[in-house]
């Protein structure tokens, strides 16, 4: 082994260069120490120096506590460059696989996030309550999914001005809901309500609304002015919800919709 290797003790931040040559870190753990090689002489160096011995490392990361005179003598004797080499191509190229995996990974979340709404395909395993199709479109946004809908039911409060149309989905666990609500005006925050055939109540999903509001014809802003979609679910099936309130935080209702 080299001067260098033989001098002062290891620092403790630079213990992961033996692990590293070695291919045996975890994803998460061989990217920070590659962030740390980038800036490490020292790491640098011993890498240089361990990448040669690379075989014989693993080899002796394999043995229990205490080896024997022939495992002792089959690790003195030199592999052939040719083998030294294909072994070592083989543990960079392993390591390269994971690079690219994580790679894959965090682009694909990356485009997500940056692509903003998006439809997935997934497969419904009978989830749509009778259907068979094992493939279905999943709604990326609280409208597409209430448009998603064709069975919908809506009302109109005379008192407080508030439309709401409710859409539902029967699943195997429960009822999926849409709610398009309009004419509700804020500072707000409200709840969708089911409640059961049984007089039992079930939230469905809460929001807030904003002090213009929203389905307001003339309002102040082009938000003021479009509907509020929020998405929701609910334990019971669609047979044993009775009707639907939307509620303010104070239990005001705002309107009722009958199921």
């Known amino acids: 082994m080299s001067g260098s290797m033989m001098g ?5 931040e630079h213990e992961t260069v033996g692990a590293y040559a070695l291919g045996i870190l975890d994803d998460a753990e061989a990217t ?3 962030a740390h090689l980038a800036t ?14 690379e075989p014989m490392l693993a080899a002796l990361a394999d043995l229990p506590g205490s080896g024997t005179p022939a495992i002792g003598e089959s690790l003195s004797a030199k592999p052939s460059p ?18 690219r995996r994580s790679f894959y990974m965090v682009a694909a979340a990356a485009a997500l996030i940056i692509g903003g709404p998006f439809v997935a395909m997934a497969a419904s395993g009978g989830d749509s309550g009778g259907g068979t199709k094992q493939n279905q479109v999943l709604a990326a946004t609280p409208k597409e999914l209430f448009d998603s809908m ?3 039911v809506s009302a109109t409060d005379s008192t407080t001005g508030v439309s709401a149309t409710v859409a539902m989905q029967e699943k195997n666990w429960g009822t999926s809901l849409g709610l ?11 709840s969708l309500i089911a409640v059961g055939t049984n007089g039992e109540r079930w939230t469905a999903s809460t929001w807030s609304v904003g002090k213009w509001g929203y389905g307001i014809p003339n309002g102040k802003t082009a938000e003021s002015k479009q509907p509020l979609y929020i998405g929701g679910a609910v334990a019971p099936a669609q047979n044993d919800i009775d009707h639907f ?7 005001n209702k705002l309107v009722q919709v009958a199921a």
Not at 8 to 12: E, H
């Open 180 to 190: 398009e609500l309009k004419g509700v005006k804020g500072p707000l925050k409200c």
């Open 245 to 251: 309130e939307v509620v303010d935080s104070d239990g």
């Open 82 to 99: 040719r083998i030294v080499n294909k072994l070592v191509d083989e543990v960079a190229e392993r390591r390269a696989q994971k690079r």
């Open 150 to 152: 064709t069975d919908k």
């Open 8 to 12: 002062s003790p290891v620092p403790n």
């Open 40 to 53: 490490c002489e020292w790491c640098a160096q011993q890498l240089d120096e361990l990448a040669g011995m």
């Open 32 to 34: 920070a120490f590659e």
